[in-house]
């Protein structure tokens, strides 16, 4: 996407009083743990954020235990929104350490790198990322630097109902175009997701990189590169996948990041041969909350992400409710018969909700109102609720697995007042 640098003095000086940065250079934007051959530092990224929410000037700062400035760069970023740092492990390890960590897995920790992402848009949109080496710090590298985050697609055209991709080896592909699209611009430059993780065990991260080719704001294709770092850091290309999109309706809100009044949820895509897998990060100023979530989320996410890196499962979420109390997101896992998991937390805390802090579970009357209103006769509600609920509108829904298939049932809040906790749960228009 292209931007124009020509606009007149007064427009700039408009932009300029609206956009003004809410502090100096000073903003802490982003900080994780980072663990080096001499022992664990901290990264962190600040910068000037303005009221948008984009931030430029950024300066990634390495800090010891007794917070000491060790080193300080600035990325080939110029900036952009809902910046990221994640330690990784994309260098080889040594003969030594790769042993190591055969037999202890948090050896293959040591002198870890710097994730960085920063957003270019809204959640739709690509990002910049980058890999930061430490190893010098008088001599900072970006291991994975502009070049890489472009993404390996050189061109892309649609003709005659073909899509036509065309990667920065030389190498071809043709596919059919996506059902229900019609002429228009294709756009591709630019990395949409980047995921680490030791596919081998051998204790070496591979990036798993997505970039979208898109039709105005339509996906029409993904293309998959499995990214692993040489010894001579140089980067091996591999598993290249391009998955031509399914075209979904307007209200399907499958895999779409979403606004909170505090934060956003952010999509993180892989495309691998046989299969895809996208699931839910948080982006939020306040950091102890953003990286707070970010582990539960993860964590939430582990045992659906296992089975897809396994072949054995797809991997999708929904965010099924957003607001101010309660944020239900769900986790979706298959190839042809789909299983959920729900996760319910309070996006101001950052803390697991549970249908304990919801409805007075103790009390003698609700399972038999439960069995009473229960739509669905496959659920059994006899000594105790099930584990997987979520709430959607002014209804809540327990779900169950019953012969390895998820069944659900609906119950309006409304119904159940009396043993709602906080009336808070109740809809807005019930007394």
């Not at 592909?173 to 630019?190: K, S, V, W």
Request: glycine letters at 6%.
């Amino acid at each position: 996407m292209k931007n124009s640098w020509k606009i007149n003095l007064a427009l700039a000086s408009c932009a300029l009083a609206l956009c003004a940065p809410v502090s100096a250079a000073d903003t802490l934007l982003a900080a994780t743990e980072l663990e080096l051959a001499d022992g664990k530092v901290t990264a962190e990224l600040w910068g000037d954020r303005y009221t948008s929410g984009y931030a430029d000037d950024l300066l990634v700062l390495l800090k010891d235990g007794k917070q000491k400035i060790m080193t300080a760069y600035a990325p080939s970023v110029k900036g952009g929104y809902n910046p990221l740092l994640q330690a990784v492990q994309i260098k080889p390890l040594t003969n030594a350490e790769s042993a190591d960590a055969e037999e202890n897995s948090s050896a293959a920790k040591k002198d870890q790198q710097l994730l960085l992402s920063v957003a270019q848009g809204d959640w739709r949109t690509i990002s910049e990322y980058r890999v930061l080496d430490f190893a010098d710090l008088k001599k900072v590298q970006e291991i994975f630097g502009a070049v890489e985050s472009m993404g390996l697609v050189s061109d892309a055209y649609n003709k005659e109902e073909k899509l036509y991709v065309t990667l920065k080896d030389g190498q071809k592909n043709i596919t059919d175009m996506p059902a229900e699209t019609g002429l228009g611009r294709i756009n591709y430059g630019g990395t949409y997701s980047v995921t680490a993780y030791d596919l081998d065990g051998d204790g070496q991260q591979e990036l798993l990189s997505t970039q979208q080719i898109l039709q105005g704001s339509s996906d029409l294709a993904d293309v998959g590169v499995l990214w692993q770092l040489q010894p001579d850091n140089s980067w091996k290309n591999s598993n290249i996948t391009l998955m031509t999109a399914t075209p979904t309706p307007r209200s399907n809100n499958v895999n779409d990041g979403c606004e909170l009044s505090k934060g956003v949820i952010l999509p993180r895509k892989i495309v691998m041969p046989g299969g895809e897998a996208t699931y839910p990060i948080f982006a939020v100023q306040d950091l102890q909350l953003q990286n707070k979530l970010n582990r539960f989320l993860a964590e939430e996410s582990k045992e659906y992400l296992a089975a897809f890196y396994q072949g054995t499962a797809d991997m999708a979420f929904k965010v099924i409710t957003a607001d101010e109390k309660l944020v239900s997101i769900q986790l979706i896992s298959g190839k042809t018969n789909f299983l959920h998991h729900h996760i319910n937390f309070n996006p101001q805390t950052g803390e697991k909700i549970s249908l304990e802090q919801i409805l007075n579970t103790k009390d003698p009357d609700l399972m038999p109102l439960l069995r009473l209103l229960n739509n669905n006769h496959n659920i059994i509600l006899e000594q105790k609720l099930p584990a997987e609920w979520y709430i959607e509108g002014n209804n809540l829904f327990l779900m169950q697995r019953i012969c390895g298939k998820d069944e659900v049932a609906g119950f309006a809040l409304g119904n159940l007042h009396k043993f709602l906790l906080d009336k808070k749960w109740l809809p807005k228009n019930t007394d």
